[in-house]
């Protein structure tokens, strides 16, 4: 994993709603329904290294034998992003497509906890095989957990988006857990160390069972890579090939690939989807504002799209194949996406420097649909 120079602070979060076992951060803000992204956020109430402080050693003083250690403090969004939390219960009566998720409370009186939303992009799956269920299939009062949002309403019950369901659950099933891989390591034998952003660690080896998701697609360990959701079954601890607390599933399904590709970045340079992205002495990335910048061409096309420049209004078009995804302007803050009326605004301008221009990571992997390996 390359190295990234991260300053962790204070994770701020306004409250905490914890729901049968999962948590999320509702933040304040108005009344009932309005609602926000949830991210982890860091205080960023940090005091310049160049500040004169009483008694303080500035990090960029001297050190041992007088070489000058500095260092440099940048964030990206995308680590920080919390994941669909998990929910269960049992189903109260459906009204359209909203589904309450009943938990009995110390009274013994059965409340909603969260109200789900089931939109077309919903997954409700049975929770044996896997297979694809509809919204007619699901029965009130019976057993359901659930992969929602990030995004809750402020209202009680708080409401938010199904993206995943799993119904049909047996009396004593180990339910598998749904994910998005973060990071995967192979070792010489063939298996697979995977970490995922809902904090598993599972160990893939030749007798986990790998299927697609609804295709006849050959699946194998080396089709799963940063990026990929993945629903496991299985809770055995294997401690001797994947530490303490790895689980070792039994069967892991693949769902199709939603990105463009995976990247890692850092003061020392970019990779995209495990190759390492050459880069000239005018190109390395830097850190402007807290931002790493990092060089918007090598980036873009490395991730498989072409660049068309207009010199004559200095605008900047990237295409995949003939069509154009989104276009800026040169030092512009605001980037019109295809499709979208309303502009996309740059968390940091781009900029030039001695003819390479520079973006912000956070700015390039959205925009580009890349998923930032950890």
Not at 121 to 150: C, F, H, W
Not at 236 to 246: F, I, K, L, P, V
Not at 321 to 335: F, I, K, M, P, S
């Amino acid at each position: 994993m390359m190295k990234k120079t991260i300053k962790h602070t204070i994770v701020a979060l306004t409250a905490v709603s914890c729901i049968a076992g999962g948590s999320t951060a509702l933040a304040a803000g108005g009344s009932g329904g309005q609602s926000l992204i949830v991210t982890r956020t860091t205080a960023q109430n940090i005091m310049p290294i160049s500040a004169p402080i009483e008694g303080v050693v500035p990090i960029s003083a001297p050190v041992g034998d007088g070489t000058s250690v500095t260092e440099s403090v940048y964030e990206i969004a995308q680590q920080n992003e919390l994941p669909p939390v998990l929910v269960h219960g049992t189903m109260g009566e459906a009204e359209g497509s909203r589904i309450p998720v009943m938990n009995v409370n110390e009274e013994g009186e059965s409340t909603p906890s969260i109200i789900l939303g089931i939109s077309d992009d919903t997954l409700i799956l049975n929770a044996v095989t896997g297979l694809p269920m509809k919204q007619s299939d699901l029965r009130e009062n019976e057993a359901l957990y659930a992969y929602a949002g990030p995004i809750m309403t402020m209202s009680m019950p708080p409401q938010s988006h199904a993206v995943l369901i799993l119904a049909g659950i047996p009396a004593d099933f180990a339910v598998p857990a749904f994910g998005e891989v973060d990071s995967v390591t192979f070792s010489e034998d063939g298996a697979a160390t995977v970490k995922t952003n809902d904090d598993n660690t599972y160990t893939v080896t030749e007798d986990t069972k790998l299927t697609p998701y609804l295709t006849k697609n050959i699946v194998t360990v080396r089709n799963i890579q940063p990026g990929t959701k993945v629903l496991a079954w299985g809770t055995a601890a294997d401690e001797s090939t994947g530490g303490a607390g790895a689980v070792v599933p039994s069967k892991m399904m693949l769902f199709p690939y939603a990105y463009q590709g995976y990247a890692e970045v850092g003061l020392d340079g970019i990779s995209m989807n495990g190759e390492a992205v050459q880069l000239e002495k005018g190109e390395m990335p830097y850190v402007e504002n807290g931002k790493l910048m990092l060089p918007f061409r090598k980036f873009v096309e490395a991730a498989g799209y072409t660049i068309d420049w207009n010199a004559e209004r200095s605008g900047i078009a990237v295409l995949s194949g003939e069509q154009e995804l989104y276009a800026y302007t040169a030092g512009g803050t605001e980037v019109k996406r295809a499709g979208e009326e309303e502009p996309y605004m740059l968390l940091e301008a781009a900029v030039v420097h001695d003819g390479v221009s520079f973006m912000a990571a956070d700015d390039l992997l959205r925009l580009n649909n890349v998923k930032l390996a950890r």
